[in-house]
């Protein structure tokens, strides 16, 4: 069975650094792409970033690039996300999710998402 | 960026109704359109993928369709685990979800 558990979340002032992590198990995870996706108090969901098996290929969404930085140890079969300059609409609940490929692409959907850690950035 | 414009927003609907939520997007993306049930204090489950495709274990009683920039998600005969928040999710060009449609009781 596919677990993914996140943790690292808490409250950070504006302008701060959070690091999360996402704990996986019961799949090959070097063999599958890995995903962050956020969900703002009472809102939707929104892509924040993804990365390739091997690590070799990281995409970010406009809002998060040059701020966050994704990345994974398949030795250790984590995937976690650095966040830095954080401002308080980055509030959120943030969770990873398993893409069904190696590298995203086209065609590419979540098939397993863990329970979330929610980031609250507040002064 | 590739938007996704779902309707509506939200519906009430009964125990076996039938429903249908739109989603939209603002170029083609072929079949590369993915369904999400979130239910509230959990995470996303995807329900149909590549437009029309039944993800493992989900019912039957969902179904896709569309291709281009139109696409549908239908529940035949909605059941009270039913009630939930579903988004429509293109991959075509990098990754954009709609906004949700909440299902609600009526």
């Known amino acids: 069975e596919v677990q993914l558990l996140e943790s690292g979340g808490g409250l950070v002032q504006p302008g701060g650094s959070l690091r999360l992590s996402c704990a996986a198990s019961?799949?090959?995870?070097?063999?599958?792409?890995m995903t962050w996706v956020r969900q703002a108090p009472g809102k939707g969901l929104e892509w924040v970033s993804s990365?390739?098996?091997?690590?070799?290929?990281?995409y970010y969404a406009d809002s998060v690039k040059g701020r966050f930085t994704i990345s994974r140890d398949n030795s250790k079969n984590t995937l976690s996300l650095q966040m830095n300059s954080l401002r308080a609409e980055d509030t959120a609940i943030y969770y990873c999710?398993?893409?069904?490929?190696?590298?995203?692409?086209?065609?590419?959907?979540?098939?397993?998402w863990g329970q979330g850690t929610l980031v609250t950035v507040s002064s | 960026d590739i938007q996704m414009t779902q309707s509506p927003s939200s519906l009430s609907a009964s125990v076996g109704d039938r429903v249908t939520i739109a989603c939209r997007a603002s170029?083609?993306?072929?079949?590369?359109l993915n369904w999400y049930q979130q239910k509230p204090g959990k995470a996303p489950k995807v329900l149909i993928y590549?437009?029309?495709s039944l993800q493992s274990g989900v019912p039957s009683r969902f179904s896709g369709s569309g291709s281009g920039t139109d696409f549908t998600l239908t529940i035949n005969t909605l059941q009270p685990e039913d009630f939930a928040t579903y988004y429509c999710?293109?991959?075509?060009?990098?990754?954009?979800f709609g906004g949700g449609t909440k299902v609600e009781i009526k």
């Open positions: 999710q293109q991959t075509y060009n990098q990754v954009s």
């Open positions: 990365i390739s098996g091997n690590s070799g290929s990281t």
């Open positions: 170029q083609s993306i072929s079949s590369y």
């Open positions: 999710a398993k893409d069904v490929v190696v590298v995203p692409a086209a065609g590419d959907w979540f098939d397993s």
């Open positions: 590549a437009a029309s």
């Open positions: 019961g799949f090959t995870f070097r063999s599958y792409a």
